[in-house]
Protein backbone atom coordinates (compact mmCIF):
# COMPACT_ATOMS: atom_id res chain seq x y z
CA UNK A 1 0.00 0.00 0.00
CA UNK A 2 1.19 3.85 -0.64
CA UNK A 3 0.76 6.40 1.53
CA UNK A 4 0.85 10.20 0.04
CA UNK A 5 1.24 13.62 2.06
CA UNK A 6 0.60 16.62 0.24
CA UNK A 7 1.68 19.93 1.17
CA UNK A 8 2.66 23.27 0.01
CA UNK A 9 -0.52 24.59 -0.45
CA UNK A 10 -1.74 28.23 0.70
CA UNK A 11 -3.12 31.78 -0.51
CA UNK A 12 -1.79 33.56 -3.01
CA UNK A 13 -2.71 36.86 -5.69
CA UNK A 14 -3.69 35.95 -9.00
CA UNK A 15 -0.42 36.37 -11.03
CA UNK A 16 2.05 34.66 -8.29
CA UNK A 17 3.10 30.89 -8.19
CA UNK A 18 3.25 27.89 -5.32
CA UNK A 19 4.25 24.49 -5.20
CA UNK A 20 2.81 21.61 -3.81
CA UNK A 21 4.44 18.64 -3.02
CA UNK A 22 3.56 15.08 -2.74
CA UNK A 23 5.46 12.57 -0.69
CA UNK A 24 5.36 8.63 -1.41
CA UNK A 25 6.07 6.08 1.26
CA UNK A 26 5.42 2.31 1.33
CA UNK A 27 4.98 0.29 -1.58
CA UNK A 28 5.44 2.96 -4.01
CA UNK A 29 6.39 0.19 -7.22
CA UNK A 30 3.44 -0.56 -6.58
CA UNK A 31 2.09 2.00 -8.52
CA UNK A 32 2.17 3.29 -12.23
CA UNK A 33 2.06 7.05 -11.63
CA UNK A 34 1.65 9.62 -9.67
CA UNK A 35 -1.28 12.39 -10.33
CA UNK A 36 -2.84 15.62 -9.13
CA UNK A 37 -6.29 16.38 -9.19
CA UNK A 38 -8.59 19.31 -8.04
CA UNK A 39 -11.83 20.07 -6.68
CA UNK A 40 -13.46 23.47 -5.98
CA UNK A 41 -16.64 23.83 -3.71
CA UNK A 42 -19.72 22.80 -6.06
CA UNK A 43 -17.93 21.14 -8.95
CA UNK A 44 -16.46 17.28 -9.60
CA UNK A 45 -12.89 16.44 -8.71
CA UNK A 46 -10.74 17.11 -12.06
CA UNK A 47 -7.59 16.10 -13.44
CA UNK A 48 -4.84 18.65 -13.44
CA UNK A 49 -1.50 16.76 -14.47
CA UNK A 50 0.23 13.69 -13.56
CA UNK A 51 3.72 11.85 -14.31
CA UNK A 52 4.49 8.37 -14.65
CA UNK A 53 7.40 7.60 -11.76
CA UNK A 54 9.32 5.49 -14.59
CA UNK A 55 10.41 7.53 -17.90
CA UNK A 56 8.61 10.85 -16.10
CA UNK A 57 6.47 10.86 -18.86
CA UNK A 58 3.79 13.57 -18.76
CA UNK A 59 0.16 15.23 -19.09
CA UNK A 60 -1.47 17.77 -18.19
CA UNK A 61 -5.64 19.04 -18.46
CA UNK A 62 -5.59 22.00 -21.15
CA UNK A 63 -6.74 24.49 -18.73
CA UNK A 64 -3.45 24.61 -16.86
CA UNK A 65 -0.83 23.29 -19.49
CA UNK A 66 1.90 26.28 -19.76
CA UNK A 67 1.33 27.63 -16.22
CA UNK A 68 1.58 24.37 -14.65
CA UNK A 69 4.82 21.81 -14.10
CA UNK A 70 4.96 18.11 -12.66
CA UNK A 71 7.68 16.41 -11.96
CA UNK A 72 9.42 13.69 -9.75
CA UNK A 73 12.19 13.22 -7.72
CA UNK A 74 12.53 9.43 -7.64
CA UNK A 75 15.43 9.44 -4.49
CA UNK A 76 12.68 11.66 -2.43
CA UNK A 77 9.62 9.59 -3.65
CA UNK A 78 8.34 12.94 -4.00
CA UNK A 79 6.35 14.41 -6.59
CA UNK A 80 5.87 18.24 -6.96
CA UNK A 81 3.53 20.07 -8.86
CA UNK A 82 4.81 23.79 -10.11
CA UNK A 83 2.06 26.09 -10.32
CA UNK A 84 2.60 29.72 -12.24
CA UNK A 85 0.39 32.77 -12.91
CA UNK A 86 -2.17 31.52 -11.02
CA UNK A 87 -5.94 32.08 -11.65
CA UNK A 88 -8.74 32.97 -9.31
CA UNK A 89 -10.17 29.57 -11.12
CA UNK A 90 -7.94 27.39 -10.09
CA UNK A 91 -8.69 27.72 -6.70
CA UNK A 92 -9.58 24.41 -4.93
CA UNK A 93 -8.84 21.71 -2.75
CA UNK A 94 -5.02 19.69 -4.50
CA UNK A 95 -4.87 15.92 -4.18
CA UNK A 96 -2.32 13.45 -4.69
CA UNK A 97 -2.92 9.92 -6.19
CA UNK A 98 -1.05 6.84 -7.18
CA UNK A 99 -2.39 4.70 -10.01
CA UNK A 100 -2.38 4.22 -13.44
CA UNK A 101 -1.75 8.10 -14.79
CA UNK A 102 -4.67 8.29 -16.94
CA UNK A 103 -7.32 11.38 -16.27
CA UNK A 104 -9.48 9.46 -14.84
CA UNK A 105 -10.15 9.43 -11.10
CA UNK A 106 -11.42 6.10 -10.93
CA UNK A 107 -8.43 4.29 -12.04
CA UNK A 108 -6.30 5.78 -8.85
CA UNK A 109 -6.71 4.05 -5.94
CA UNK A 110 -4.49 5.54 -3.27
CA UNK A 111 -5.33 9.36 -2.37
CA UNK A 112 -3.59 11.86 -0.16
CA UNK A 113 -5.68 14.02 2.32
CA UNK A 114 -5.29 17.09 -0.16
CA UNK A 115 -4.03 20.59 0.24
CA UNK A 116 -6.18 23.85 -0.10
CA UNK A 117 -5.21 26.47 -2.50
CA UNK A 118 -6.82 29.82 -2.49
CA UNK A 119 -6.12 32.32 -5.49
CA UNK A 120 -7.27 35.93 -4.66
CA UNK A 121 -7.88 38.30 -7.37
Known amino acids: QVQLVESGGGLVQAGGSLRLSCAASGRTFSSFALGWFRQAPGKEREFVAAIRWNGGRTSYTNSVTGRFTISRDNAKNTVYLQMNSLKPEDTAVYYC??????????????WGQGTQVTVSS
Open 97 to 110: AAGRGSQLSGEYDT
